[in-house]
DNA sequence: CTGAAAGCGCTTACAG
DNA sequence: CTGAAAGCGCTTACAG
């Protein structure tokens, strides 16, 4: 009676208990892998399950405090490779586990984390991974138990677990590098230095010039690709002109590049470069681009897994920090010689 | 007493109701936009739901029937830039309605695909997205119901709509024009022929070719780096070598000019090249590389929006195919002179 | 080892 | 215009 106001003819647990002859319950232990079932009575849930075609509603589960198995990834822009690459590992070592992920991109404002934090949470979603947008200031009552798991950058304003690249010392070495080329001015190129991981970049590119006794030179920031080639005919005028930059990322150095062609000016030659963050075709590109290699892949998977433990063991972020080592890919922007025989991939 | 027992201390609609002391049906009405209510009771009602920060539990909602705003794009690979545009652009429009959007990679995986769509449909998505892998086949009552809008490519056993760019058109003219430079051996190059969108553009290659009354080349096919340098070598060896390649899509390209490169074999003069998807640093590339520009993002917004149209006309899809038109992005990879003045972005 | 009852937080009819 | 009851499809205690 009551079944026949259902508008769905989704089937139920009470369709598969009836079918099964048991009572609700024992279909729900037994989806539920309760160890102390009788295997008779196991298959005769099984059998019904099967015949029926039966699917769990996840929306009674979750009302009821079960988890959801849903975790939500918060990112910038999703368009960007460096995140399009990490929520891809996101997802697949979700999917791995057991977990959907939903993914919502920001577009930089700020604003959109706490609300997409919001709405995830209104979905009650196990836990969050995020990359927060440069102005945001997260609270502890956006959260409220809800476990979250920094990428790429902290989040500001609570304490939260979270893994990064060692943009740092992966900066300090490339920037070391040049310097091995016996260039002495070096200038750090990019766009709003605002983002944790950019100013991580701009200090270790200051330890090691710092380190050596050269001139820190001002960070060259630039807008657009407009804005870029100013910037970059400033440092390359003047009585002491620079002689290689550290774009630090990889939208930074398509500009500088698109620049110096624009420019005409050669590259080690005129400029050498090392850009921070790897760049597609960069190893077919004349001259071939050095370039950091961030391990992106890996540092989705590491953040997800993480997320998961916390979930698992229903244990809150407590601030612990994971980095992960990135690598230096040599090529001969930077100055070095083709070692045509040498496959460099 | 009731309440003693709950876990979590959410805020839920009898305690707005009982702080506002009103019924928990005049709560709920105000919630949903109900017409008739009085100003002085809808005021109680915010003003207690601001007072106790209430946030609506959307399992509750979603278990009663009600839509999840919810939608899933399954893709082959997140990390793939074409993909990663269309989700990123997906992702914000379904944003801007209301909407939060599951993301979910295969991986090439066809047999994942139906996973993926079951495990949506246990959560009660309103509408799926799907840019269905090689292999997959879809079945009625894997949908059963379910909105669902194929993208990129039909998706084979079921009646979808679909919305794609146009393949055979763009891929036509591409080798028109490099037909205008004279070549009249053009080979179509790529990896696996086995997706629809690739298969349009072959056949787009055919036609431009036929029209000439040129002999058709069949498909020059690689696996990876290494195959694609010796299919390159093939075709330029011979009694009548290739004068042009038009890859079928982005990686296809990667993979041709890391092989040219290898080789040494420049463009356009000793192979002259149309890419089929632009790709980045595309036009500070020497030679600048010639391409069809793929309106990624207008795609995943055009999909979006139909679908969730779908979605709020409770209409099913009948297999309605809308198709944006690609442009060609003329550079000098094809053979063309520089034309060093002017502005090709 | 299995079951009948109560309840999760909402909304859908049905009253008044 | 507002409300008391029943129910969505599950799971959590509590019995037996």
Known sequence: MANSIRRSKAVTLAD????????????????N??????????????DAIDELGYRPNQAARILMGQPSNVIGLIIPNLANPFFA???HSVQQTALQCGYLVW????????K?????????????VDGILLASSPGMILHKHDLDQVPLVAIDRPVKGITADYVTIEDRMAAHAAVEHLLSHGYQRIACFGLSAMIYSIEERIIGYQEAMKAKGLAVLPYA????????????CKLLSGRSPVQAIFPANATATILALEALNDLN???PEGLALFSY???????VFRPPISAVRQPTALLGEIATRHLLELIAAKRPSTGVRTTIPASLVIRQSCGCAAHSDIPTE
């Open 221 to 232: 920031q630039c807008e657009d690709k407009k804005s870029a080639k100013s910037v970059i």
């Open 103 to 110: 993914i919502a991109a920001t577009n930089d404002e700020s």
């Open 277 to 283: 963050g790897d760049i597609p075709l960069g190893h």
């Open 16 to 31: 598969v208990a009836k079918r099964a002859g048991l009572a609700v319950m024992t279909v729900s232990r037994y989806l």
């Open 33 to 46: 892998g309760y160890p102390n079932i009788t295997k008779k009575t196991a298959r005769k849930v099984k």
């Open 112 to 124: 959109s984390d706490t609300e997409l934090i919001q709405r995830m949470r209104d979905h009650q």
């Open 85 to 87: 690459s990490i929520a």
């Open 265 to 267: 000016i050669s590259v």
